[in-house]
């Protein structure tokens, strides 16, 4: 009988149920002023959009009011957090190309009445080739930003938490999202080559924060499909505390079917499994980002 309760099952359980209650405990504190997260890894399939939209829903939970720009042509961010960005739907094309205020483009999502999200179409495809012969085509993301935070919180209704949702690539539309950001936080997939192309990521960073944004820091490093059972994934995540110990969260993201199911029904893991433990991570990380930006 004590096989039973010594199982790795029994073991993962009794974990779960011990994260749950710490959670429980504590209360995440509210930033100062509205912090500008962009969220983005030029290599595909890191978690990034899956991080954006879990993120994002755990800050809604924590009590945060929470908007979400999807900037990914893909619309998936859209379609995680159950918004509608089919066909004629207007979104972040029309911010970016038409000037027109977000204030008419940003819906609520049905599930977390705090969180918002501004949708990606397809027009969005076209947007990187719109923008090259644009006055201020580096800016207008910020400017159409500012001026949906300014109206927000003229009327009382402040946000927390803006994170703008990039596309795997470093072209225009991931420029808008750099200059119009605070923050940079970069999922890292617990694989091998798992730090390639970060260092060009990094100097890009430097680049804009010589010439168009001072004001961008890596702030938070989070690392998606841990397995600790692995050598390979204990091994990425000390390589990355290595070289990033202030900015990686000691909170890690594990691989989990309920977290790859939880989009294909229009939902984040946090609706989907919300006991699950890949809503409790993201719950853990979220609490750890709102606790460092306090700290600060």
């Not at 790795?8 to 011990?18: D, F, G, K, S, V």
Request: with cysteine; net charge negative.
């Amino acid at each position: 009988m004590s096989d039973i309760f010594d199982s790795p099952i029994a073991r993962q359980l009794t974990e779960l149920n011990a994260k749950k209650r710490k959670l429980k405990g504590k209360s995440a504190p509210k930033p100062a002023e509205t912090r500008i997260i962009t969220v983005s890894n030029q290599k595909g399939g890191v978690g990034k959009t899956t991080t954006s939209v879990n993120l994002s829903a755990a800050m809604a939970i924590l009590g945060m009011r929470v908007l979400v720009i999807d900037l990914d042509p893909q619309g998936n961010a859209s379609t995680a957090l159950n918004i509608e960005h089919r066909g004629e739907t207007p979104g972040t094309y029309e911010a970016l190309i038409e000037g027109v205020p977000m204030t008419e483009l940003v819906q609520q999502s049905p599930d977390f009445p705090t969180l918002f999200c501004c949708p990606a179409t397809l027009d969005l495809a076209g947007a990187e080739i719109e923008l090259v012969n644009m006055e201020n085509r580096e800016h207008r993301l910020n400017t159409a930003l500012t001026n949906f935070l300014d109206e927000s919180s003229a009327t009382g209704e402040r946000f927390d938490y803006v994170f703008i949702d990039c596309p795997p690539s470093l072209g225009l539309l991931t420029v808008n999202a750099f200059v119009a950001a605070r923050e940079l936080l970069i999922p890292i997939q617990c694989e091998y080559y798992a730090l390639e192309g970060l260092s060009q990521l990094l100097g890009t960073v430097e680049e804009f924060k010589q010439h168009l944004n001072p004001s961008l820091a890596l702030s938070t490093i989070v690392l998606t499909m841990y397995d600790k059972r692995t050598n390979l994934s204990r091994e990425v995540r000390e390589e990355v505390m290595k070289h990033f110990p202030e900015q990686t969260l000691d909170s890690v993201i594990p691989r989990s079917v309920r977290i790859s199911e939880a989009p294909s029904y229009g939902q984040t893991v946090m609706s989907y499994d919300p006991e699950g433990i890949g809503a409790i991570a993201y719950k853990e990380a979220a609490m750890e980002i709102a606790q460092r930006g306090a700290n600060e």
